[in-house]
């Protein structure tokens, strides 16, 4: 009877010790989110994040970013591609030498798209600066192409970003998809040729 009361007697000290534990960290962490969200308010960039995201899912909005906003803007933009390759291969969607091979075509085919933007900009009205804040409102949708037999549908959703943000900063519609075309003729191009070759060496 005794040892039973002291086994009762333990199992309640555990239980208010567990949750008093629970309580001091559920607290700690609701003060560290406090905190943290009174930081980003007070951060510089905050305007330029939120900026940059919403052009994420409106392209329009790369014509209300300022100046200073594009390395924030290509800085996220590319985290958000590296994230999708770590994701192909965390998930075991590519594996080997097919997850280094898409890792390294999604930064070649994206740093190629923007050379040709840079390019070709100021022929069609648009400053480089705001051409290349284009260039990374349209990566995000390579996020798709992480998951395999979705690379043509990223594709075109990014070609089609590029385009209305590309008329947002004051481009033509004609020049717009004049750019988009050179910006991303090359990569349909080479991809149209990888599939020809793999379907022949297939037969």
Do not use: C, K
């Not at 923007?114 to 648009?126: E, K, Q, R």
């Amino acid at each position: 009877m005794v040892a039973r009361h002291n086994e009762q007697s333990v199992q309640a000290r555990l239980q208010r010790v567990a949750r008093g534990v629970f309580t001091w960290w559920r607290n700690v962490l609701t003060r560290a989110l406090q905190w943290a969200a009174v930081a980003v308010r007070r951060l510089p960039i905050r305007n330029a994040i939120v900026g940059a995201v919403r052009s994420w899912f409106r392209p329009a909005a790369v014509a209300d970013l300022r100046a200073g906003d594009l390395p924030t803007a290509m800085t996220l933009s590319a985290i958000l591609l590296a994230a999708a390759a770590a994701a192909s291969g965390a998930l075991g969607l590519r594996q080997g030498a097919a997850l280094w091979a898409y890792a390294a075509g999604l930064g070649v085919w994206s740093a190629a798209r923007l050379a040709v933007l840079l390019a070709l900009a100021p022929s069609a009205g648009a400053p480089r600066e705001r051409a290349a804040m284009a260039w990374a409102a349209a990566l995000p949708p390579f996020v798709l192409s992480a998951i395999p037999g979705f690379g043509l549908v990223a594709f075109a959703l990014s070609a089609f970003v590029a385009y209305r943000a590309l008329v947002a900063i004051g481009a033509t519609e004609r020049s717009a998809a004049r750019l988009v075309a050179w910006a991303y003729g090359g990569h349909a191009l080479a991809a149209g040729a990888a599939a020809v070759a793999s379907a022949l060496l297939a037969a």
